[in-house]
């Protein structure tokens, strides 16, 4: 089956480090990918969808200054979590859609511990 | 806006029983709706997949039911087992892509 690789699987920083998690379609193309946030005891939370070849489109309330995304190829999308701070702290996690598949395909998702 | 809700929040039975797991969505316009199976601190496992058009699915001891018109979805797992231990979400396809999750069902099953 389809394979989307995520890492790191998990990360600690410093409180205004930047942090990048990156996630590639291994065996095939996503013109799409999505990434998602979850708080301890919440929902998985969609933040924004990634294009490949342009700009990301961010859910109401998530600030795209913030959680920069680049879709740079049909294979990888990378999220990166600028000037993280404690309350960034979260489970992120990216899916891909191959194209004509009905099924979304998840990474296993990054734990991001900012102290 | 949609809202999608899972009851129970947590589920503990014996080995052997059948599992019933619950997802109510107040918005019947979806594209499908899928079963997740999430383990600790790792990520998800598709179980099935509902199409809007479909009133159910079965894959071995996992059957799923959709009513779309009261917004209602059934995860049924036969004959549960230890390993069947984990957090199941829903999820509903509301665009492309775009899925909106339950808050999960947390499901031990003790030998």
């Known amino acids: 089956g389809a394979v989307v690789s995520q890492h790191p699987s998990w990360v600690i920083c410093k409180s205004g480090t930047s942090v990048k998690i990156e996630c590639r379609s291994l065996?095939?193309?996503?013109?799409?990918m999505f990434w998602y946030r979850q708080f301890p005891k919440q929902s998985l939370m969609l933040m924004a969808t990634?294009?490949?070849?342009?700009?990301?489109?961010?859910e109401q309330g998530v600030e795209k200054d913030k959680f920069l995304i680049n879709h740079a190829s049909l294979t990888l999308s990378t999220l990166t979590v600028t000037s993280a701070h404690p309350e960034d702290s979260s489970f992120y996690i990216c899916?891909?859609?191959?194209?004509?598949?009905?099924?979304?395909?998840f990474g296993s998702g990054t734990q991001l511990s900012v102290l | 806006k949609q809202e999608v809700t899972q009851i129970p929040a947590a589920l503990s039975v014996p080995e052997g029983e059948n599992l019933v797991l619950n997802c109510s969505f107040t918005d019947s316009a979806i594209y499908n709706l899928q079963w997740f199976r999430q383990d600790p601190g790792k990520g998800l496992t598709s179980l099935l997949l509902?199409?809007?058009?479909?009133r159910e699915q079965t894959s071995g001891r996992l059957n799923a039911s959709l009513d779309k018109s009261s917004g209602r979805s059934t995860l049924y797992i036969a004959a549960s087992q230890p390993g069947d231990s984990a957090t199941y979400l829903c999820?509903?396809?509301?665009?492309?892509?775009?899925?909106?999750f339950g808050a999960g069902t947390q499901v031990v099953v003790t030998p």
């Open positions: 065996d095939f193309q996503a013109t799409t």
């Open positions: 990634s294009n490949e070849g342009s700009k990301a489109t961010y």
């Open positions: 999820a509903v396809n509301r665009s492309w892509g775009k899925l909106q």
């Open positions: 509902i199409q809007s058009s479909q």
């Open positions: 899916s891909a859609q191959d194209s004509g598949a009905e099924k979304l395909f």
